[in-house]
């Protein structure tokens, strides 16, 4: 299954409300998660089963949708979230988005 | 705490072998299914290989079907993965990770840089 992200490049100011966008390539339900990757770091779980925070992650930190169509919502940008973000569908096989890479302007 | 630590990287030449193993600790290594997952230089990440814990059921992406081996020592804590026939398109960071029930990765290691290079 295509897992597609947008955008590819994020720039937003410090206190920002950032929305990332993940869609697939058909219905994956709600199997999708959500992953930071900080430069030079493995990739750490935030969100999964498209809207359960993962255990220790901050709650500015949120998913939501369904079906295709997910969003990671980051209420209030700090400039430790700088990362790459990636989404992963595990409805059918094991897929990866592209990734969004989110930077402070 | 969770720990999963990578070994057996390094340079190697194209068509040669190479095996990777990734030591498990502070949880029941055997109760987990456990995959292997790469990530090329600047790129994105890809789903490699996948064992489940008793190793009754093994997958593999297209892309290393027939070439890699995955496989796991329950008594050891230790996953591994055996390379062969390697490709400069296989050059990458490997990462073992481990999988929930449900099939998202709750924990990754550090990495395990591949390069396949003459």
């Known amino acids: 299954i295509q897992m597609t992200q947008s955008p590819s490049l994020l720039s937003a100011s410090v206190g920002d409300r950032v929305t990332l966008s993940c869609k697939a390539g058909?219905?994956?339900?709600?199997?999708l998660a959500w992953y930071q990757q900080k430069l030079g770091e493995a990739p750490k779980l935030l969100i999964y089963n498209a809207n359960s925070l993962q255990t220790g992650i901050p709650s500015r930190f949120s998913g939501s949708g369904s079906g295709t169509d997910f969003t990671l919502t980051i209420s209030s940008l700090q400039p430790e979230d700088v990362a790459t973000y990636f989404c992963q569908q595990y409805n059918s096989w094991l897929t990866f988005g592209s990734g969004t890479k989110l930077e402070i302007k | 705490e969770v720990q999963l630590v990578e070994s057996g990287g390094g340079l190697v030449q194209p068509g040669r072998s190479l095996k990777l193993s990734c030591l498990a600790s502070g949880f029941t290594f055997s109760n987990y299914g456990m995959n292997w997952i790469r990530q090329a230089p600047g790129k994105g990440l890809e789903w490699v290989a996948s064992i489940s814990s008793s190793s009754s059921y093994i997958y593999y992406a297209d892309t290393v079907k027939g070439r890699f081996t995955i496989s796991r020592d329950n008594a050891k804590n230790t996953l591994y993965l055996q390379m062969t026939s390697l490709r400069s398109e296989d050059t990458a960071l490997y990462y073992c990770?481990?999988?929930?029930?449900?099939?998202?990765?709750?924990?990754w290691g550090q990495g395990v840089m591949v390069t396949v290079s003459s």
């Open positions: 058909q219905n994956i339900n709600n199997y």
């Open positions: 990770a481990r999988i929930t029930t449900t099939g998202y990765f709750d924990y």
